[in-house]
């Protein structure tokens, strides 16, 4: 099946949304939180009153097209297509193949005619998407979810230099030179007004975090059209806590789940569990590490982590890549979470699936992390970059019998998909009440409407 628009759905209402989401993976193909998290935010605007909605996901190269035009389907799916680009400018966050997005694009969105138009990402597709919407949609809302730093940092999004890893606060053209020596400072300024002019034609923009949306707010982005919406939850079954043997023993197996990047900070986990004395370790204490791609990592960091394991012996064990599906039974298994990252993070998904199974986390105590994780309350912040102070607090996990319960009763359930996608709806009719209408303000944080 190739190139013709889903079918539509019929409808009741006269008032029902028609939304358009539009995710730069699939999450069968391409299986990543955002990806998740834009596939379930589409399940949630299905199974809604008073919605429709459409998937358009991008694929690359690794996905061959089918014909001429780049639309392309998915299996049996009447109401999900994918798009293939794969001339992507990831400087500019730009799509050079403007000929596809000029004539498939804006013949599929035109024909489909959506009320609402989601960008749950534009990597790939490149934010010239955006102008083709709009163009080809002059009266539809176009919205946009901010996942990481991406428009604003050219080193991934990630906010952090380059070599050192040290974090950044704001941007510059001068400070980005600093991480890329051969990009002039004057193409970071003619970058910055490139992805915002694209950003301009957008009538709202939704980050999982308040930290995001206010470093985004920082950058230029109108605050009053930003709002902090949770990714949702589709994870029905819960994982009990594991079976303790007797009254001797303790909550000593943690967890470690993604992937093995240095932004991910496995070196700071590996280098803490090996400073943590057999005394207060003893034999019943574990690290299990779920998570691959390090054959993919610089040859630096590969040989950093090899020695790590040296020293670390039979403390931990290397599990593998692991699929959603697999998570309750790998949740069985732990009682810590563990999330090392050196970067601020955003709102990554490990935080929302340990609470759903009730793992207490440990976390750097930075960005969207710090906001997600109460300290002492449904989980331990510790020192980003520091294994002496995470491996402080893995010891006073160890030896405070009483703490892992104390945490696991402060964890409150997350959002689920549904619970999502009913604030989205929200926030869409919000913006277009404002738009159309002058009425009511965007609301600036839907987070705890649910």
């Not at 392309?72 to 992507?88: N, Q, T």
């Not at 919407?133 to 940092?153: K, Q, Y």
């Not at 449904?378 to 996990?397: I, Q, R, V």
Request: glycine share 8%; aromatic share 8%; charged share 25%.
């Amino acid at each position: 099946m190739t190139g013709a628009p889903p079918a539509t759905q019929d409808t009741d209402t006269d008032d029902t949304l028609r939304v358009l989401v539009i995710s730069h993976g699939h999450p069968v193909l391409s299986l990543g939180g955002a990806e998740v998290a834009s596939y379930n935010l589409h399940l949630g605007l299905k199974s809604a009153p008073g919605s429709q909605s459409f998937f358009l996901a991008r694929v690359g190269d690794d996905y061959p097209r089918h014909g001429r035009s780049a639309l392309m389907g998915v299996s049996d799916a009447e109401d999900e297509l994918l798009y293939h680009a794969d001339e992507y400018d990831h400087f500019l966050v730009s799509n050079r193949n403007t000929g596809d997005l000029q004539t498939d694009l804006r013949r599929f969105v035109r024909s489909l005619n959506p009320d609402v138009v989601h960008f749950h990402h534009f990597i790939g597709l490149g934010v010239e998407a955006l102008h083709v919407v709009r163009s080809a949609l002059p009266n539809a809302t176009i919205i946009v979810t901010l996942h990481e730093f991406l428009a604003i940092c050219h080193h991934h999004g990630q906010m952090v230099k380059t070599g050192t890893h040290a974090l950044c606060r704001t941007s510059s053209p001068i400070a980005c030179h600093g991480c890329f020596p051969d990009i002039a400072p004057g193409a970071f300024v003619r970058r910055k007004h490139f992805i915002q002019s694209m950003f301009s034609l957008a009538d709202g923009f939704v980050t999982p975090s308040r930290f995001l949306a206010e470093r985004y707010e920082q950058w230029g982005l109108p605050g009053d059209r930003i709002t902090v919406i949770e990714n949702g939850l589709n994870v029905p079954e819960k994982a009990d806590a594991r079976r303790l043997r007797d009254g001797t023993d303790r909550r000593s197996r943690f967890a470690f789940f993604g992937q093995m990047t240095p932004y991910k900070g496995v070196d700071i986990l590996l280098d803490a569990v090996q400073r943590i004395p057999d005394s207060i370790w003893k034999d019943d204490a574990s690290l299990t590490i779920f998570g691959g791609n390090l054959e993919r990592q610089p040859e630096a960091f590969r040989e950093k982590i090899a020695g790590l394991i040296e020293k670390t012996g039979d403390r931990v064990r290397f599990a593998g890549a692991y699929q959603n599906r697999d998570m309750p039974s790998l949740m069985r298994q732990a009682d810590w979470v563990l999330l090392p990252s050196v970067w601020w993070e955003n709102s990554p998904v490990i935080i929302q699936e340990a609470f759903h199974h009730g793992r207490p986390l440990i976390c750097s105590g930075i960005g969207g992390m710090a906001e997600k994780v109460k300290d002492g309350v449904d989980g331990l912040h510790f020192l980003a970059g520091s294994p002496e102070d995470l491996a402080d607090k893995m010891t006073e996990a160890l030896q405070n019998k009483e703490l892992w319960n104390s945490l696991r009763a402060g964890i409150m359930e997350p959002k689920t998909y549904r619970d999502c996608a009913g604030d989205h709806l929200n926030f869409y009719r919000s913006v277009i009440a404002t738009r159309y209408k002058g009425g009511r303000a965007i609301p600036r944080d839907l987070q705890e409407s649910a």
